[in-house]
């Protein structure tokens, strides 16, 4: 039982990159699905969430309008497409699941402490200014 997060890269400012969340060995579309990032000497942050049918999606404000999260339950997988990148935006990038009920996740899905096992490896994204 897994998650694999992938897709990070050097990119310059106002570039693209898609980061992949894979689950293995359980079936993803039971969980809510997060981003969080952590960047050297900085607070870990969560970037966004989608719940478990993906009708509903979260942002933090700092990604509004640039990052797009989605999920394909086909094939156990949710993305994170960044646009726009900044430098500021350059951190470790992973990807958490959890069994969230819908009614909480609106107000949960940013803290951390919430997913309590289920956490990808971590993916670096570096953009360049």
């Known amino acids: 039982v897994q998650l694999q997060a992938s897709g990070g890269g050097l990119v310059q400012a106002g570039g693209s990159l898609r980061l992949s969340c894979v689950a293995s060995?359980?079936?993803?579309?039971?969980?809510?699905v997060a981003w969080f990032r952590q960047a050297p000497g900085k607070e870990g942050e969560g970037t966004s969430c989608?719940?478990?049918?993906?009708?509903?999606?979260y942002y933090t404000d700092s990604v509004k309008g640039r990052f797009t999260v989605s999920r394909d339950n086909a094939n156990n997988t949710v993305y994170l497409q960044m646009n726009s990148l900044k430098s500021e935006d350059t951190a470790v990038y992973y990807c958490?699941?959890?069994?969230?009920?819908?009614?909480?996740?609106?107000?949960?899905?940013?803290?951390?402490?919430?997913?309590?096992?289920?956490w990808g490896q971590g993916t670096q994204v570096t953009v360049s200014s």
């Open positions: 958490a699941a959890e069994r969230i009920p819908s009614v909480f996740v609106q107000t949960t899905w940013s803290n951390p402490r919430v997913y309590t096992n289920l």
């Open positions: 060995g359980f079936t993803l579309d039971n969980y809510a």
């Open positions: 989608i719940s478990r049918s993906g009708g509903s999606t």
